[in-house]
């Protein structure tokens, strides 16, 4: 059985590798620009391998029968669209040195979206009567309420940008917004369970996504960004959010030595 | 009641919560079971007895969620909720 100790050794650790990651970006930027975008680069082949490794760890628990286990395909068909896109990403801006915003890289980023989507859904399937209106009605006026103002201090400084690109940047806070909606529900729904932790976890990721996701907007329509510009610590936030939900998920519901399941009949 | 009905209502009980749970994922079957086993020293079956062990469970791995996983159980029993046994099953759960 899961102790106290266990649930407030993952929370310290968890603050720790938050902590980690805000520190390793910061004190790249100090150094130089060109330190902090290798930096930033590299540091999301562990950010975005950790959470595809746990991802295929719990798919390989829960398998691919049951509501829980379309979730988790969907998550790991989530976690490997997300981790291409960042290699590709890497690939562009370190070895070819082209722009990566647009590029092929894109295409797998907001492939993510659906799978994440689908997981939620999955996911909450089995409990779906338990959903009430009050519930749904909440989690879309906070995804609404975060959009809106996202949306219009991010395109607010917009001036000489290329359309496409404040087009396909905007995508990503209406996508962040919209998987927001399940996550918020989730937590509600969870609220005092054990599976709350992951729920939890997984809706704080999808809000940094947000806030990195309107800042990265920002940026690029005033022509600042540069990948590991501090503004990106929420991304690697998201990632160290969501490993630990999974990983949680997973010491939750790991295998025992006595769960065959004639032994438990 | 003879020893063979509460065998078969026991039998019912637990069809319909891992039908529920099995529904959901082997793992989560496999936690219930464990917790059970770990917590209180008794199997699925045996929830027939102490339905509120079942309730417990639920309720700590998916807190307000756990309604609608007994509601579900409760849905398999339908056609066997006019009997007396199963209708105090399914009262003592909710």
């Known amino acids: 059985m899961r102790t106290t100790l ?168 209406v996508f962040d917004a919209m998987v927001l909606i399940p996550a918020l529900i989730g937590v509600s729904l969870f609220f005092k369970g054990q599976v709350n932790l992951m729920w939890t976890l997984f809706c704080l990721g999808t809000i940094s996504t947000f806030v990195a996701d309107s800042a990265f907007l920002f940026a690029q329509s005033e022509d600042s960004y540069y990948t590991g510009n501090p503004m990106e610590i929420p991304y690697f936030w998201n990632y160290v959010l969501l490993s630990f939900g999974v990983g949680s998920h997973l010491v939750l519901f790991q295998k025992s030595k006595t769960d065959k399941l004639e032994d438990l009949r | 009641m003879d020893v063979a ?31 059970l086993k770990d917590d209180y020293n008794c199997y699925i079956p045996d929830c027939y007895e102490h339905p509120e062990y079942l309730k417990r469970i639920l309720s700590d791995l998916y807190g307000n969620a756990h309604d609608a996983i007994i509601s579900s159980i409760k849905n398999s029993l339908h056609d066997f909720s006019h009997q007396e046994p199963i209708q105090k099953f399914v009262s003592a759960i909710e």
């Not at chain 1, 490794?53 to 997300?82: D, N």
């Open chain 2, 5 to 35: 009905d509460i065998q078969i209502k026991k039998a019912l009980v637990a069809f319909a919560i891992e039908k529920a749970l099995l529904e959901m994922g082997e793992p989560v079957f496999q936690k219930v079971a464990k917790t």
């Open chain 1, 6 to 173: 266990d649930a407030v050794l993952t929370k310290k650790y968890l603050v720790v590798a938050l902590a980690a990651c805000t520190v390793v970006i910061l004190a790249s930027n100090f150094i130089s620009q060109d330190t902090a975008i290798l930096v930033g680069n590299l540091t999301y082949i562990p950010a975005a391998g950790s959470l595809l490794i746990l991802s295929l760890l719990i798919l390989a628990r829960f398998g691919t029968t049951g509501h829980h286990g379309v979730a988790w395909f969907s998550f790991a068909a989530y976690a490997i669209s997300l981790f291409i896109a960042e290699m590709l990403w890497i690939v562009q801006e370190l070895y070819l040195q082209i722009d990566p915003f647009p590029s092929a890289a894109d295409i797998f980023y907001l492939t993510s979206y659906p799978f994440l989507l689908m997981f939620y859904v999955s996911y909450l399937q089995p409990v779906k009567n338990a959903i009430t209106k009050k519930m749904i009605i909440a989690s879309l006026v906070f995804s609404v309420g975060i959009l809106i103002p996202g949306l219009y201090l991010a395109l607010g400084p917009s001036t000489d940008a290329d359309l496409f690109d404040v087009i396909l940047g905007s995508i990503y806070p």
